[in-house]
């Protein structure tokens, strides 16, 4: 059974987003989906000032597997990417919610109201089933 966190909101495309600040929000994608995908060898990222469309292409996640494109969650500004994923793409596959996590954008508003029109973590569950 794949990890779903609590207090995350979550896509039907297998992004999280979690707040983390009153305007900012961290994304990656979900336990589930990187089961799916399998070893992931490279992620491909916006780069810090992209401007990222809610339910649009943001990236890619290649896996020994096959090549998906990543979906933002929210809309915004990308102000930070994970670096370590360039040398430690595993990290996606070990620590989906931690030290996998892709990218954080600012976003205009307050992001707990933008994260809580994502499915909620009970939600996400029954996608699963």
């Known amino acids: 059974m794949s990890e779903i966190r609590q207090g995350l909101g979550y896509t039907e495309e297998h992004e999280w987003a979690a ?3 009153e305007s900012s929000v961290r994304i990656g994608i979900t336990d ?4 799916q995908l399998g070893d992931i060898v490279f ?11 809610a339910g649009q292409p943001l990236g890619t996640i290649e896996s020994v597997k096959t090549v998906s494109d990543l979906y933002a969650p929210v809309s915004g500004t990308v102000v930070k990417i994970n670096e370590q994923l360039g040398s430690s793409p595993e990290l996606v596959n070990t620590e989906p919610y931690d030290g996998g996590w892709m990218i954080e954008i ?3 508003g307050s992001a707990s109201q933008k994260v809580s029109t994502l499915l909620d973590a009970a939600a996400y569950e029954k996608l699963m089933d």
């Open 43 to 53: 992620v491909e990222l916006p780069q810090a000032g992209d401007k990222v469309e």
């Open 32 to 35: 589930h989906a990187q089961h």
């Open 19 to 21: 707040v983390t600040g």
């Open 106 to 108: 600012e976003i205009d």
